[in-house]
C-alpha cells in the first residue's frame, strides 16, 4: 500500500506484495481465498478474517484504517498466518509514514523524544507515547548498514587528509576520523577505553575498506605517537597548531604574571622618617598606574594586531615602551602567529624557529624559554607539513566540530547511555547528513599545483 487516501464509497486497488488489497468505505481488506505461504510457499486456504486499526497521518484531523486481513491455514507447516498489508508494518498500530514522520523528526529536525508526541500531535494528529516515539526511532535505526550504506561514499570522496580524535562520554570513547577537505565524516569507533589498542583496531578498519591516509592530522596527544605509522609506513603526520598555539600562549599569560608580581607594591616607605618629595610620589603613581594597567589589560599583549581596540593599541605602546620585558613577550607572540603563516614556505617556517631561538630578550625571561622548549625540531617538524600543501588543514577543528556535535546531539537525547542507541544516533545522523554532498575536493601539494597551472 502507498499510503494515499482511499476513496470513500468508490472500491480501488492496489498491489501490494504481489496482493491485490481491496478498500471498502475507508476500510482495507486483504482476504483472498488463497494465499501463499511464507515458510513453504504452498498455497493455503483462508481460515477466517482478522480485524486491525491503523492510524495513519492527515493534515485535516485524525485519521483511522480499519484492516480486515485473512488469516489461513497451511496443511504442509501446520500452522496458521496472515497476510500483511503495506500500510503498515507487522504488529504496529501507526502506519509506516507515520513512523518514518517521527524519524526523520528526530534526525533531521533534532527534535527530543520528549517533544516529539506533541509536535506529531500538532501537525498530523496522531499521538504517540514517548517510549514508542524511543522504539520507532531506534527500530528504524537498526536496519541502517552503516557499511554498505555510508562508509562507501566517504570512501570513494576521500581527499587524502584524515583528522583523527577522541570524545569521551562516560564510560565510552568515541573515535571520529573525519575527511576535513571534504567537510566529511569517515567513520566512527565506539569503545569502552580510549587506548593504544582500540585506536589501532580502528585504523586497521579504516585501512581495509580503502582509507589511505596522504596526511594524518591529530593533536599533540601520546596516543597517536606510533600506532599510526604500523598501519600506514608512508603516513604524513601534521599536528595540530591551534594546540601549540594555545600552550605556547599560557606559558606567555604565565610569563606575565610573574613579571607583574615583581612590579612595585605600594605603601612602603624607604625608612620610618623618610618624607616623600613630589617626584617621588608621581613616580610611585605611575607605577600604580603601569600595574593596574598591566592587570586590566594583560590578554591584550595576546591578541592579534588586527583584534585590538584603539585604546588597547595606546596601551601596547605605553607599556613596551616603559618595560621591556613586556616589549619581548609582545614581540613572542606574534613572532609565534607568524610562524605559522600560510603564505610562506617550511624552510621560511625553520629560519623564524631559529631566529626566535637565538633572541636574548627571550632568552632572559624563564616563561619564554618554556614556551620555545615546546617546539622541538622532531615536533616541528610535523607542525609545518600542511606548508606543503595548498589545502591541507593545519588544525584538527573539523573533527573537533563532530565531537561538539556529537556532545549537543547526546545533551538533547538524554536516553541516548547504551552502546545500541549512541550507534543508531550515529549511523542515523551521518546518514541524513551524506545527503548534502559538494564535488571531491583531492589533497595538492604546492609543487604539483604549480606543475598542473604551467602545463595549462
Not at 505461504?37 to 478474517?49: L, Q, Y
Request: with cysteine.
Amino acid at each position: 500500500m502507498d499510503g494515499s487516501h482511499f476513496q470513500s464509497a468508490v472500491a480501488s486497488r492496489v498491489l501490494s506484495r504481489g496482493r491485490v488489497e481491496v478498500a471498502w468505505d475507508n476500510a482495507l481488506e486483504i482476504a483472498p481465498p488463497t494465499a501463499e505461504c511464507p515458510v513453504c510457499h504452498n498455497e493455503g486456504k483462508r481460515h477466517s478474517i482478522a480485524r486491525r486499526r491503523i492510524r495513519d497521518i492527515s493534515l485535516d484531523g485524525e485519521r483511522v484504517v480499519p484492516v480486515r486481513v485473512g488469516v489461513y491455514n497451511c496443511v504442509v507447516c501446520k500452522k496458521h498466518f496472515r497476510l500483511q498489508t503495506g500500510l503498515a508494518e507487522k504488529g504496529k498500530h501507526y502506519s509506516k509514514r507515520a513512523l518514518e514522520k517521527g524519524f526523520v523528526a528526530i534526525r533531521d529536525d533534532k527534535t527530543t523524544f520528549t517533544a516529539l508526541p506533541n509536535r506529531l500531535s500538532r501537525d498530523f494528529h496522531i499521538t504517540p507515547s514517548k517510549s514508542s516515539c524511543h522504539r520507532w526511532f531506534h527500530s528504524r535505526a537498526d536496519k541502517i548498514d552503516f557499511e554498505k550504506e555510508y562508509e562507501p561514499l566517504a570512501v570513494q570522496s576521500f581527499s587524502g587528509a584524515l583528522a583523527i580524535d577522541e570524545v569521551y562520554d562516560k564510560g565510552f570513547c568515541l573515535m571520529f576520523a573525519t575527511d576535513p577537505l571534504n567537510r566529511r565524516t569517515v567513520s566512527f569507533h565506539l569503545c569502552r577505553g580510549g587506548t593504544s589498542g582500540e585506536l589501532e583496531k580502528f585504523l586497521r578498519y579504516l585501512d581495509s575498506i580503502g582509507i589511505r591516509p596522504e596526511v594524518l592530522i591529530v593533536d599533540g596527544s601520546a596516543l597517536y605517537t606510533s600506532v599510526p605509522q604500523e598501519i600506514w609506513p608512508a603516513v604524513r603526520i601534521q599536528l595540530c597548531i591551534f594546540h601549540v598555539i594555545k600552550n605556547c600562549t599560557d606559558d606567555i599569560e604565565s610569563a606575565i604574571r610573574t613579571f607583574y608580581r615583581t612590579l612595585y607594591k605600594g605603601g612602603h616607605l624607604p625608612h620610618e622618617n623618610f618624607t616623600a618629595p613630589g617626584w617621588w610620589i608621581q613616580q610611585m603613581k605611575r607605577k600604580e598606574w603601569d600595574k593596574l594597567l598591566i592587570r586590566e589589560h594583560r590578554m591584550a599583549f595576546l591578541t592579534r594586531d588586527e583584534n585590538l581596540s584603539a585604546r588597547q593599541r595606546r596601551v601596547i605602546t605605553h607599556l613596551s615602551g616603559r618595560y621591556p620585558e613586556l616589549h619581548a613577550m609582545r614581540s613572542f607572540f606574534l613572532d609565534l602567529l607568524n610562524l605559522f603563516q600560510r603564505n610562506q614556505g617550511v624552510t621560511d617556517a625553520w629560519a623564524r624557529l631559529r631566529a626566535m631561538r637565538a633572541n636574548d630578550q627571550y632568552k632572559e625571561i624563564p616563561g619564554l624559554q618554556v614556551a620555545l622548549k615546546r617546539l622541538p625540531d622532531k615536533k616541528f617538524e610535523k607542525m609545518v607539513t600542511f606548508l606543503d600543501y595548498e589545502d591541507l588543514d593545519s588544525t584538527t577543528n573539523h573533527v573537533e566540530r563532530t565531537n561538539r556535535w556529537f556532545r549537543k546531539r547526546q545533551k538533547t537525547h538524554y536516553r541516548n547511555r547504551t552502546e545500541r542507541t549512541i550507534r543508531n544516533m550515529l549511523k542515523a545522523d551521518l546518514l541524513g547528513r551524506s545527503r548534502n554532498t559538494v564535488p571531491p575536493v583531492k589533497l595538492a601539494r604546492r609543487g604539483d599545483l604549480a606543475e598542473s597551472e604551467k602545463v595549462a
